[in-house]
Structures are given as C-alpha cells and as structure tokens.
C-alpha cells in the first residue's frame, strides 16, 4: 500500500511538472529558443498573484482570471522585442539573453521581497484531501492541479491540431521559409507561441504558490525539473512531457520514500539514464535532437 | 571572419601573413611589469586589496574557461559550478588524506578534469540550449551527491584541515600567490592552446561547422578536449576557492553564481578574446566594490549590462575596441594582407 501511495503521490506531482513544462515545450517547439527565465515567469505571476488579489478585491484563488491574461500579453510583447531581437542574432544569443534575464529577475525579486517564503492563499482548502485508503491521501488541490494540466495539454492539442492559427504555428515551427512564402507573418505567429508559453507558465506559477511555499529562488528548481520531464518524455511531444512529467514525479517519490535527501537526486538520475539508454526520450523521435 | 572582399591570390608573394598587430616585444615587457608587479603585491599592498585581487584572479579563471567553452567552442554551460565544486571538494579530500592543501591543487584540477570525460559522453548527446541545462543537472547531481557524503561534512560543510600550522599572514600570502599562479598558468595555456592546432581547428568550426567537417577537423573531439579542458580550469579554481575561503558547503562551492558571473564577466568583455573575460571581470570588481553596500544590486545592474551587450554589442567591449582600432594584446588569430601596394587594407582575420 505504501507503494500505491508513492506512485499516486508522484503522479500528483507529475501532472503539475507537465503544466510548467508545457511552455518550455511550446517555445523550443516553434521558436527553436530555450527560456531558461521560465521558471523565474512563473515565479513572477505567483508574485503577481499574491501582490494584486488585494488590490482587485478579487480572492487569491480566482488571481489567475486576472494574472494569466496580463501574462499572455507580456510574453506577446517581449517576443516581439526582446527575444525576437536575440533570435535575430543566433541561438547562442538566446541563451545568453534568457539568463541573464534569469539571473536579473531572481536578484531583483530578492532584492524587492525578501528571501522569505510566500503562498497564494486560498484558505482551509489546502489542508483538506480524499482519503480512499489506509495511508492514502489525495490533496484536493493537487488534484485539481493534475486535472488543470491535462485540460490545459488536451485544450493545447486541440488548438494546434484543429484550429487555423494552430495550424499555422505548427507550419512556422516545421519550416518557417515555406511558411513565410505561403503569407505566413511568423514574428506575429511566434508572438501567440511565446503568449501560449507565458499564460501556461503563469498559470503553473499560480498553481505552484497554492501548493507550497515560493520564494525568488523558486524558478530554478522549477525550470530543472520541467526540463528533465521534457527530456524523459521526448522532445518535442505535449503528451510525452505528461508522461515524462509523470515519471520524474514518481522517481522523485520513490527516492524521498528511502530518504528525503534523496528526491531530487532520484529524479535526476532518472534523467541521466533516460539521457544515456534513449536520449531521443519515451515519445520523441531521433530527429528532434539534431 | 572575413570582414573585407576575399583578396584573389595572384601569387603566393603578394600575401603576408601575420599574427600580431604590433611588436610583441611591448606586449611581452607589459605582461612582464604586471607579472613582477602582482607577484609582490601582498608585500606591498594592504591586506583588503590582496584579498580582492584573489577574488579577481578566481573569477579571472573561470570565465576564461567559460570563454574558451562558449567563445571559441560554442558551448554554452551553465553547469560549470559543477567542476568549481568539484576542485574544491577533491581538494578538501585529499587534504583529509594528508596532503599538503596547496599541492593539491593540481590533483584538483586532473581529478575534476578526469570526473569531465564520462560526463561529456552523456552531454553532447544534447544540444544548444538542452545541452546548457543538462549541464545544469550535472551540477545539481554533483552537488546532491557530494551532500550525501558524510566524511566531506555532507550538507553542513566541513573546514579545510593542513592550513592550521601556518600564520594568518602566512596562509594569505601563500593562497595569494597560489591563486595568481593558478590565474598565470590558465590564461597563458589558453593562449598558447588557441594559437595551437587545436585552436585552429576551433576557429575553423566556429567560422563554419560543415566546411570544417569536410576539411578534415574532428569537431567532437576538439569540442571534447575543449570541455575537458575548462572542467580542469575550473576545478583549479575551486581548489584555490577552498583553499582561500577554506569552509567548505555544498551550496557556497556549488553556487549558481559562479556561472552567472563567468557568463556574464565574458559576455560583457568580449566573447571569442583572451582579453575580454579579463577586462569584464576588472569592470565587474569595480562594480560590485562600488556598490557592495546595496546588497545584491551590482549583479542586477551588471546582469541588465551584459544582456544589453548580447544584444547590441555582440563581440563584448573588447571586440568593439579590437574591430575599430585593430589592435590585440594577445593575438591568437592570424592577419592574411596583401603587401603594400595596396593602399586599401584588405585584411582577413583569421
């Protein structure tokens, strides 16, 4: 039983692991770019969250109505200033930019706010949880959290696959010349991508807070464990990020069940040997690395 | 990278090629004053500057590692505190083991560069920017592993032991000059490495990947020897860190700040240089001296900074003075000219 619990527990945690890396995913996918201030954004919407609820009169639980829009927005514009400007340049760039932003974002939330611990409140909720067996205990919220992160892959899916902008991302990101002659607009295409990605990270920023303790170090960890589930499910799939998610969050369970010390050393591990025996991922295709 | 239309060869007689700019007999006397004049500076200068001109060379060694990674290899790591953490820890466990702290900083170095062999087989299975967090893993890993080990003080940290028999003025003294060595011997082999074959090789990757290939150039494998070669640079660095800094933690020796600053101290001076991570780390101790009262602002300031160079400045402060005055210290690239009938300079650098 103890067994079942791990797993369910690390299915929990997976679920979330997917909405944050959803972004990540999306970025790479159609703007070949890695935002390594991914987790820093997610961090800054949790900020966000906690700092306007008060202001808007609106409880913490329902920030995100307000809190993912303005992030959509801002992803929007900063693609097409910032990061479109670097990926002008070369990838090298990119990577250059998006950490230094790193790096800046974290120290100036440091700097603002204190290394001290913060949540988004959302009352006696948090506490409350199913209980269906003996030493099972299923936390409402992170159920929920489970539930938001497949709706939001599924609803992501769905967009891409049916609608005809979606379309039009997935033609940008398989060849952007072709596309370009075809009268795509891809700075604008890019710009929804980067939107889609920063109103996901937002959202799992917000989630993120209602679960546990955030502080402006908190991205990093974040940014990590959303990589690795990219990586362990394949690069370049939604649903293998769930399921790399997934995985991750079970492996971490399992090293935290034999020592706490551990859960973070299990789900790198994890990674490291997904990296040495199939690097292409679960889902991925060999392609996807070159 | 060629700059100018690519001059038709008539015959071999019409082209001279050169390394320097000027006579390296100024470079060599100036290099020679500094040296002779940072030798004895913990003799003639206050304690404080002496233990920030260590702190300057510790930096001074990683980004010129970073640089060799990045701007002559183009890997971006953001993992390199690994290999910082490393050196400090092989350097803490050899002296548990008895060993003079200060000769162990060259088993420092090839243990951290022997730990970087199995760690590229799995790294450059990625690319990019996947390859620049999977780096970041491997220090994650490192450190968490490192944590676990009791006898290194685990989490808690553990202080260096074989430095209590010597004086205070003493263990300054001999970790000053160790980490200037250090500093001496890194930045010099870089210089002579780039001006070597391998150095070649890497500029012609750099300059074109595919057509390199075609020549001949094992790209992997230079990249290989290149990614070793910085792990040891920077395992050098943090067995000096420990040795000047001896309280040893995971999290201090493992820190991301040491990435941040290395990235950025090259980014801001000049990318592709041997004199860029130099001058970015001089501009940076300015910075955080002037402004060490107000926390963690100088990073800020000095992150804003190098991200503004990345993006209107590519080539780094150093590449912006090289291209317009043509000048170089430390040349490592060759000048392909014409000889002097012409009076338009059709230059190819390297």
């Known amino acids: ?290 | 990278m060629s700059k100018s239309t690519t001059p038709r060869v008539e015959s071999l007689s019409s082209v001279s090629i050169r390394r320097s700019t000027h006579s390296p007999v100024f470079t060599l006397i100036g290099s020679l004053i500094i040296i002779v004049l940072l030798s004895v500076a913990p003799w003639i200068a206050p304690a404080q500057v002496a233990s920030t001109l260590m702190n300057f060379f510790i930096l001074v060694i990683m980004a010129t590692m970073w640089n060799l990674l990045a701007g002559y290899a183009g890997m971006v790591s953001i993992g390199q505190q690994a290999f910082v953490g490393l050196g400090a820890y092989a350097t803490l466990y050899f002296a548990l083991k008895g060993v003079n702290p200060f000769l162990t900083i060259p088993l420092a170095a090839l243990a951290t560069g022997a730990i970087a062999i199995p760690v590229t087989y799995l790294l450059f299975r990625l690319r990019g920017g996947y390859f620049a967090i999977a780096t970041w893993v491997v220090a994650d890993t490192a450190m968490l592993i490192i944590g676990t080990i009791a006898v290194l003080g685990g989490g808690t940290g553990r202080l260096m032991p074989g430095l209590e028999n010597l004086s205070p003025s003493q263990t300054a003294h001999y970790s000053y000059l160790a980490t200037w060595i250090v500093a001496l011997i890194v930045v010099s082999g870089t210089y002579l490495l780039l001006r070597s074959r391998l150095g070649l090789v890497l500029a012609s990757i750099r300059d074109n990947e595919v057509a390199a290939r075609s020549a001949g150039a094992n790209v992997r494998s230079a990249r290989r020897t290149v990614y070793i070669i910085a792990a040891a640079g920077c395992g050098a660095a943090g067995a000096v860190l420990a040795i000047s800094q001896p309280f040893i933690q995971p999290t201090n020796e493992f820190s991301m700040q040491w990435a941040a600053e290395m990235l950025f101290v090259s980014m801001i001076g000049g990318l592709g240089t041997i004199e860029g991570p130099i001058i970015g780390s001089i501009i940076f101790f300015v910075l955080q001296q002037s402004l060490q009262q107000q926390g963690v602002w100088y990073l800020i300031i000095f992150g804003v900074f190098a991200v503004a160079v990345a993006l209107w400045q590519p080539k780094g402060l150093w590449g912006a003075f090289r291209s317009r005055f043509r000048s170089e210290l430390l040349p490592v690239g060759h000048w392909v000219r014409r000889d002097q009938t012409l009076s338009e300079s059709t230059d190819l650098h390297e």
């Open chain 1, 1 to 290: 039983m103890i067994w079942v619990n791990v797993i369910i527990q690390g299915i929990l945690v997976g679920g979330f692991y997917a909405l944050f890396a959803c972004g990540l995913s999306l970025m790479f996918g159609v703007l070949k770019v890695i935002n390594l201030a991914h987790g820093d954004m997610a961090v800054v919407a949790a900020y966000v969250a906690v700092l306007l609820s008060p202001h808007l009169h609106i409880a913490p639980l329902w920030s995100f109505l307000v809190v993912v829009p303005i992030f959509g927005l801002l992803g929007y514009v900063l693609q097409r200033t910032l990061i479109q400007r670097s990926i002008d340049r070369d990838p090298f760039t990119t990577l250059l930019v998006t950490f230094g932003l790193s790096v800046v974002i974290e120290n100036l939330l440091l700097e603002l706010y204190t290394a001290n611990g913060r949540t988004v409140n959302i009352g006696a909720i948090i506490a409350e949880s199913w209980h269906p067996g003996s030493i099972v205990y299923i936390s409402y919220v992170s159920l929920v959290v489970l539930a938001v992160a497949v709706l939001v892959l599924a609803v992501l899916q769905l967009f891409l696959s049916k609608s005809r902008t979606g379309r039009l991302v997935r033609a940008v990101a398989d060849d952007r010349e072709a596309a370009q002659l075809s009268g795509a607009n891809y700075k604008h295409i890019f710009g929804i991508a980067a939107a889609i990605a920063f109103a996901t990270v937002a959202l799992a920023g917000i989630a993120y807070g209602m679960m546990t303790q955030f502080a402006p170090t908190s991205g990093g960890v974040n940014l990590l464990f959303a990589f690795e589930a990219v990586v362990i499910g394949g690069i370049g799939s939604l649903w293998g990020t769930l399921v790399g998610g997934i995985a991750l969050g079970v492996a971490q369970q399992f090293g935290a069940h034999i020592n706490p010390q551990y859960q973070v050393l299990a789900g790198n591990l994890l990674f490291l040997i997904v990296l040495a025996l199939r690097p292409q991922g679960l889902f991925g295709k060999k392609t996807a690395l070159a």
